[in-house]
Nanobody
Framework: QVQLVESGGGLVQPGGSLRLSCAASGTIFRINAMGWYRQAPGKQRELVAAIRTGGTTNYADSVKGRFTISRDNANTVYLQMNSLKPEDTAVYYC??????????????WGQGTQVTVSS
């Protein structure tokens, strides 16, 4: 099957930066899209950023100009987060739409990584 393993969360002061990574592994035929969602306490999970095959990206309005999503050739997606604000505090989840050898696309989630922005 498929595993998404995240890393890079932690505690940072307002105005600081963090870089999240998410590596996909398993019997992957094609990764159609990868992205990051976040969920703060008491709030619904929301899309932060996504990148599709071909490089098209989209961002939540709240992070435009501060966050950058990218992907390498080794099935890893990154989220560079700059100018972090306390309201960015949340658990960040990696998400991927992956087609397996069965040719059926499925959605997969990582285990989540905590990002805390606080002085």
């Amino acid at each position: 099957q498929v595993q998404l393993v995240e890393s890079g969360g932690g505690l940072v002061q307002p105005g600081g930066s963090l870089r999240l990574s998410c590596a996909a592994s398993g019997t992957i035929f094609r990764i159609n899209a990868m992205g990051w969602y976040r969920q703060a306490p008491g709030k619904q999970r929301e899309l932060v950023a996504a990148i599709r095959t071909g490089g098209t990206t989209n961002y939540a309005d709240s992070v435009k100009g501060r966050f950058t999503i990218s992907r390498d050739n080794a099935n890893t997606v990154y989220l560079q987060m700059n100018s972090l604000k306390p309201e960015d505090t949340a658990v960040y989840y990696c998400n991927a739409l992956i087609t397996l050898a069965t040719m059926v696309p499925n959605t997969y989630w990582g285990q989540g990584t905590q990002v805390t922005v606080s002085s």
